[in-house]
């Protein structure tokens, strides 16, 4: 069992009743946010990149909760020396933490921090948790690879961006969905600013179209994988 929490944005909570991890939790002034950081408890946050809509509030939850960063080496390297725990993967990697496996995916995407700096390369995560795994595809745009990533695991829940302009549009996401072949789809990185607005309507019926179960989660709301 897996419980995946949708925070807004690309940041989602899971929770497999003993453990927490949360993934890109962009909160503080994220106009679609409801809840902000000091409500996560977390001890994990997964990083798919630097840009401050995906890091967000990392560096206060891993601080209160004495909590580990997972992301590529030169973020995490950059993490570690000013004082934020993090642990240092590489694209193609997977690692066995005290909660599960994470395995980092290429993403086609930039990743610097606010001052510019280069931060390494953007990624998804393939992360298995409570007997499931969800891919998270980070931002990023369409690639063919995603079909090796559903071949080598058995994904149960693809996040996938849908915003466009930064990301894959909608199109690009249900062939995406194609490519990774999980029975569930759930849409991130849309409707945060006007110029991500999509219509999640036309992503669920295109979904349902190829096969394949959209789940269009409101701000807060929880999708339980059983
Ligand atoms: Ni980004
Ligand atoms: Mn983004």
Same mark, same amino acid.
């Given at each position: 069992?897996l419980?995946?929490?949708?925070?807004? +944005?690309?940041?989602?909570?899971?929770?497999?009743?003993? #453990?927490?991890?949360?993934?890109?939790?962009?909160?503080?002034?994220?106009p679609?946010?409801q809840?902000?950081?000091?409500?996560?408890?977390?001890?994990?946050?997964?990083?798919?990149?630097?840009?401050?809509?995906?890091? %967000?509030d990392?560096?206060?939850?891993?601080?209160?909760?004495?909590?580990?960063?997972?992301?590529?080496?030169?973020?995490? #390297?950059?993490?570690?020396?000013?004082?934020?725990?993090?642990?240092?993967?590489?694209?193609g990697?997977a +690692?066995?933490?005290?909660?599960?496996?994470?395995?980092l995916?290429? /993403? +086609? *995407?930039?990743?610097?921090?606010? #001052?510019?700096?280069?931060?390494?390369?953007p990624?998804?995560?393939?992360?298995?948790?409570g007997?499931?795994?969800?891919? *998270? /595809?980070?931002?990023?745009?369409?690639?063919?690879?995603?079909?090796?990533? %559903?071949?080598?695991?058995k994904?149960?829940?693809?996040?996938?961006?849908?915003?466009?302009?930064?990301?894959?549009?909608?199109?690009? /996401?249900?062939?995406? /969905?194609?490519?990774v072949?999980?029975?569930?789809?759930?849409?991130m *990185?849309?409707?945060?600013?006007?110029?991500?607005?999509?219509?999640?309507?036309?992503?669920?019926?295109?979904?349902?179209?190829?096969?394949?179960k959209p789940?269009?989660?409101?701000?807060?709301?929880?999708?339980?994988?059983?």
């Amino acid at each position: 069992m897996l419980k995946i929490t949708y925070l807004s +944005h690309s940041g989602f909570i899971l929770d497999d009743g003993a #453990n927490q991890v949360v993934i890109d939790p962009f909160l503080s002034g994220n106009p679609k946010a409801q809840i902000d950081y000091t409500q996560i408890q977390a001890k994990y946050v997964v990083a798919t990149h630097a840009h401050n809509d995906h890091f %967000g509030d990392t560096l206060e939850i891993i601080r209160q909760n004495n909590g580990t960063v997972i992301t590529v080496n030169e973020f995490a #390297n950059y993490l570690n020396s000013i004082g934020c725990n993090s642990h240092a993967m590489g694209i193609g990697g997977a +690692h066995m933490f005290p909660f599960g496996r994470v395995k980092l995916t290429i /993403a +086609h *995407h930039g990743s610097s921090w606010t #001052n510019g700096e280069y931060m390494g390369n953007p990624v998804g995560a393939v992360i298995t948790m409570g007997g499931k795994t969800i891919y *998270h /595809a980070g931002d990023t745009g369409l690639f063919l690879d995603m079909k090796l990533i %559903g071949e080598r695991d058995k994904i149960d829940a693809f996040l996938t961006p849908i915003g466009d302009n930064f990301t894959m549009d909608i199109d690009d /996401a249900v062939k995406a /969905a194609e490519f990774v072949n999980a029975e569930y789809v759930i849409p991130m *990185h849309y409707n945060t600013y006007p110029l991500l607005n999509q219509n999640t309507d036309d992503f669920a019926e295109k979904i349902r179209a190829i096969g394949k179960k959209p789940i269009v989660l409101d701000v807060g709301e929880t999708f339980i994988l059983k």
